[in-house]
């Protein structure tokens, strides 16, 4: 008999049936029923006594409580529960609303339920298999012909339901086999809401979650079937059509696959839409779905090629596209005409917009002519978010003019199928759209010869030249002339309304935040759906307005129409590239091209990829007394700079700053000649500025730069001093003077010392071949001789703590040195979040609660001196000092250190002592060990060389997130836990079920550390 003593808590075994549930199904996902570890939860906690899952979750348990219960769980996994069977092959309780995909593909349920597809503990363990050892099936989630509707016309799918029955074997406290009966309850969900954006969604769940494949899903060969169930459940959930096929010219209406794990020629041409979308340009094979190109071919060959990687984390993507359909369809009355619309002119989800492709319109063969109202819901948001505008902009309604069809039955102008009457170059892929201008430019005022006067706007005083913004777009529309029937003015300001959403700096995008709903990190969000708010980055990125501006020697046919001049000069003051094809991440181009006299022809890029975040939450528990009043603050941040410390959050900040300046379009980034200056001023003036500027960090006393390191290829010498740096005292002004004949890359690194503290900055220098222009020559130079060119960008910035401090303060000095490499953005926030909870983690956004759940928190502007704690026998914790500011309070430190943790996968640690252990005391700390931030140092290296390497890779998302902690890089702190043996473990958990750590009492006991027993 087995021994089990020290877990069996109760004296009985309960052999009645055994319910569990799976209430985490997604919509746009295959659902893992795991019963083998279902099973194995409900009976250890009936061996422990232990309420049900529902009553006492995991998360709400005590250490001790999760430790009994994930020792008596592994035990019940590996050696006492077998043979599971779904009730002799019966599919009563499955119903409509899933499939259960079986082992050979067989499309009969019923035999389905006799053998399940299985897979392993490890999702690439597939062969030799079975469902009975396993326990583990995969269903479908049905998406029917009305709910695909539903979410290409902007909706969401109620929730789907099953239940099955099944039995298996379990060993009694006789240490005998015996068979017991269970139900699981299986839901999956959509959704919890469509908010004024379709692609606003929950940041960690939009529906569905991101999936790997075992191999390849290649049309017409043997795959497997759980890799091709995700690809078509995930393209079904997204609305992709099987574009193209059965004959378009006489079937232009959408056309559908199966999801039933056979990957045929429909599901194929379903992915090449979808490839094609999200590597979408307005220009040459990649704005056409029939002309292929590589990674956009509708197959998956490998799952480590580029191209092919890059398919399957878009189809895993927070962001991914959905394919909708603008507006919907309408069946017309018996009493209405014949050619009465067929699709409605309206959306209540697109205020302002009116609907001009009906299916009114015929060809002279017959065929239905405006029908393109097709698209992504890129485009679906962009055009919802038009109506946040600035209100002299969408006073009158838009009018959309089209996009793609149903199936290309009329829109490809190239390489089109037999039949196809072909409209349009670049519609095909639903990124690029049609703006009417009729209702301000009449027909006789578009065409060339009867066109009135030119409107006069190049005299304009335009501000901000060559870049977007409000100011000066509303200066160059109030000195166009807007006249009846020739409204140039009103129609380009139609156009801003939709450009200037997608614009940070200048432009309405942060207007949009406030309509954010699906998740607290409005940012995110708007970066997912709009790009990142920059010209170059942001989801226009290129408009044709106006007609030919000659006649077509080819042909008989005047074909000069009004091109528009004014309003193709007035978007290129505003930085619009004139007469040259869109471009992927650079400036938005403008062009005049044949017919397009009616209407702005509006290309959109792709925004950058997101992936799907993970969500933690740390909780309190025993809190005392609830009423406590919350400290007065705001971040660690805004009380550093109130007490004028140079706190390292600062000095990751300048560093960005830093960068930013020395970066910027205007001088210095550029600057041609022989010599640059170091930081356009100097590196002092840097520091300096972007301290009283931009922190509210006065330098007062003595501001020093010195020469760390000269260049291995040209030298930097000093030519004078700064006294832009007042009150502080001028500093110096550096120039780098490459060496003769030297073209390639050059590094430098300048000290500075403000208020006595350091600063170390390393410059990346390039020269290269003159070719940025003349606008930077100094006065009176020789151009000719003037070939290079020098770029100057700041690499890296260390902050150098004093090194006279205590030695727990020279552990933290090796993180100053390595953060500013791996760390990028992290929002951090305070909410009043649920009672108990301490922080919530959602990806990179971290939550923390008001007053630490009634405790009130300890913010530490001297982390690395630990003067208000006491060491105790273990090294990595500390107590609070009676009486000090720590006493009695939860240390932020700890707690940002945990849930760093969480948003880099890591699960909770059964040491109740270590920083992600799932206990917390008032007035403790924890932190890594000496130890633990030596191996760091080696792990971030090695981080930092993946990450260079993974950047060169078609986009590949950063595999660590690149977390701050008051600028100390602890974004590998949590990936080190000790194992039994007391060696260091890296360890990585990408579970995404939210997580929860319980706080102890908050009253200490033997709070003073006297010798005491135990």
């Known amino acids: ?130 469902f009975k050892d396993t326990g583990r099936m995969y269903l479908v989630p049905t998406i029917t012909s009305t709910d695909e509707t539903s979410l290409r016309n902007g909706g969401k799918i109620t929730d789907k339901h099953a239940t099955l029955i099944f039995r298996f074997q379990v060993k009694n406290i006789l240490d005998l086999w015996e068979w017991r009966t269970g139900a699981v309850n299986v839901t999956a969900k959509d959704i919890p809401a469509v908010q004024t ?63 039933n794990g056979t990957f045929a020629d429909e599901e194929k041409a379903a992915l090449q839409l979808f490839e094609k979308v999200v590597r979408y340009q307005g220009s040459g094979s990649k704005a056409r779905f029939l002309v292929p190109f590589a990674g956009a071919d509708g197959m998956i060959e490998s799952v480590t090629k580029t191209e092919d990687k890059n398919t399957i984390d878009w189809l895993s993507a927070y962001n991914a596209p959905h394919w909708m359909q603008f507006f919907a369809s309408r069946t017309p009355s018996s009493s209405e005409p014949a050619n009465a619309p067929i699709f409605e002119s309206s959306n209540n989800q697109l205020n ?123 200066t160059l529309l109030d000195t166009m002339i807007n ?47 709009f790009g990142d708010g920059t010209q170059e980055n942001g989801l226009i990125n290129g408009v044709i307005i106006g007609g030919n501006s000659i006649d077509n020697p080819a042909t008989a046919v005047d074909e000069r129409r009004n091109t528009y001049p004014d309003m193709r000069y ?27 006299q009616t209407h702005f022809h509006i290309y959109l890029q792709p925004p950058k990829r997101e992936g799907i975040h993970t969500t933690n939450a740390l909780m309190a528990a025993d809190v005392g007394n ?67 500027v931009r922190y509210g960090v006065a330098a007062t006393g003595s501001v020093k730069a010195a020469i760390i390191q000269q260049p291995a290829h040209g030298k930097i010498a000093m030519i004078g001093l700064d006294d832009q740096t007042y009150p502080a005292t001028p500093t110096e002004v550096f120039e780098y003077t490459p060496e003769k004949g030297f073209l390639g890359n050059d590094k430098a690194v300048i000290e500075v010392t403000v208020n006595g503290q350091k600063f170390r900055i390393s410059y990346v220098i390039k020269v290269v071949h003159g070719d940025f222009g003349n606008a930077c020559i100094p006065a009176g130079e020789d151009q000719g001789a003037l070939t290079p ?133 008032a007035g403790v700390r924890r932190l890594p060990t000496p130890d633990e931030m030596a191996l760091m140092q080696h792990l971030i290296a090695q981080a930092k060389s993946g990450l260079a390497s993974s950047n060169t890779q078609d986009n590949v998302p950063n595999p660590f997130p690149t977390l701050p902690l008051g600028g100390m890089s602890l974004a590998f702190a949590g990936l080190l836990q000790r194992n039994r043996y007391g060696s260091l473990n890296a360890v990585l958990n990408n579970s995404t079920l939210t997580q929860y750590a319980v706080a102890a009492n908050s009253t200490l006991t033997n709070g003073s550390l006297n010798n005491g027993n135990g």
Request: glycine content about 8%; charged content about 15%.
């Open 789 to 921: 060119d020098v770029q100057i960008a700041v690499e890296d910035m260390q902050f150098l703590q004093d090194t006279n401090a205590p030695e727990v303060a020279t552990s933290w000095q090796s993180l100053f040195a390595l953060n500013e490499q791996l760390l990028n953005s992290i929002n951090l926030s305070f909410a009043d979040l649920p009672a108990g909870a301490l922080g919530q983690t959602t990806g990179s956004s971290i939550t923390l609660d008001t007053n630490a759940a009634g405790n009130n928190w300890f913010i530490d502007t001297t982390p690395g001196l630990n003067e208000e704690y006491l060491p105790t026998s273990n090294p990595n914790e500390w107590v609070a000092k009676a009486g000090s500011a720590a006493a009695g309070k939860m240390d932020m430190l700890t707690v940002l250190l945990h849930e760093y943790g969480h948003a880099l996968g890591i699960d909770h640690n059964a040491d109740a002592h270590d920083y992600m252990g799932t206990t917390l005391t």
């Open 626 to 692: 609830t009423n406590v009043p919350v400290t007065s603050f705001d971040t660690p941040m805004l009380l550093a700079a109130a007490t004028n410390t140079i706190t390292p959050e600062i000095v990751r900040k300048i560093n960005k700053a830093l960068i930013d300046t020395c970066t910027a379009s205007e001088n210095p980034s550029y600057v041609t000649g022989h010599k640059a200056f170091l930081g356009g001023l100097s590196p002092g003036f840097s520091v300096v500025n972007a301290l009283n």
């Open 1 to 130: 008999m087995k021994d089990n003593v020290g877990l069996v808590a109760g004296t009985f075994f309960d052999d009645g049936p055994v319910v569990v549930n799976v209430n985490d199904g997604r919509m746009g996902d295959v659902v893992e029923v795991d019963l083998k570890k279902l099973v194995a939860d409900v009976i250890a906690r009936e061996r422990l006594v232990f309420p049900t899952a529902a009553d006492l979750p995991e998360s709400a348990m005590t250490a001790a409580q999760q430790s009994s219960l994930i020792a008596a769980r592994e035990i019940i996994l590996n050696n006492e529960v077998q043979n599971f069977d779904l009730a002799g092959g019966t599919t009563n309780g499955i119903g409509s609303d899933f499939n259960l995909i079986d082992a050979n593909n067989n499309p009969s349920k019923e035999k389905a339920f006799f053998d399940p597809y299985t897979r392993g503990g490890k999702d690439s363990d597939m062969t030799g298999l079975n």
């Open 197 to 259: 954006f379709f692609g606003d969604r929950p940041l960690d769940n939009p529906g569905y979650s991101a999936f790997k494949l075992s191999g390849a899903v290649v049309a017409n060969q043997k795959n497997d079937w759980l890799d091709v169930y995700r690809v078509e459940q995930r393209l079904k959930y997204l609305g992709f059509p099987a574009m193209g096929t059965n004959n378009p010219a006489a079937n232009n209406t959408l056309q559908e696959f199966k999801v």
């Open 352 to 474: 302002g917009w009116n609907n001009q492709q009906l299916g009114t319109t015929r060809t002279a063969h017959g065929d239905l002519k405006n029908v393109e109202l097709y698209g992504t819901s890129w485009m679906f948001d962009l055009m919802a978010a038009k109506q946040f505008a600035p209100t002299a902009w969408v006073q009158n309604d838009s009018t959309f003019m089209g996009s793609v069809d149903a199936n290309l039955g009329v829109t490809p102008d190239q390489n089109a199928p037999s039949g196809v009457i072909g409209m349009h170059n670049t519609h095909d892929l639903g990124m690029a759209m049609d703006l009417d201008v009729s209702h301000y430019v009449f027909p006789e005022n578009q065409s060339y010869i009867n066109n009135t006067a030119r409107q006069i706007v190049v005299n304009a005083p335009v501000v901000n030249r060559g870049h977007w913004s409000i100011a000066d777009a509303q």
């Open 483 to 529: 006249v009846p029937k020739n409204s140039q003015g009103l129609a380009l300001a139609d156009f801003f309304s939709l450009y200037t959403v997608t614009q940070k700096a200048g432009g309405s995008r942060d207007t949009l935040a406030s309509h954010i709903k699906g998740s607290t990190n409005q940012e995110g969000v708007l970066n997912a759906l």
């Open 570 to 596: 007035a978007l290129n003051q505003l930085g619009f590239r004139m007469g040259v094809i869109p471009q992927d991440n650079t400036m938005p181009s403008v062009q005049n091209l044949k017919a397009h």
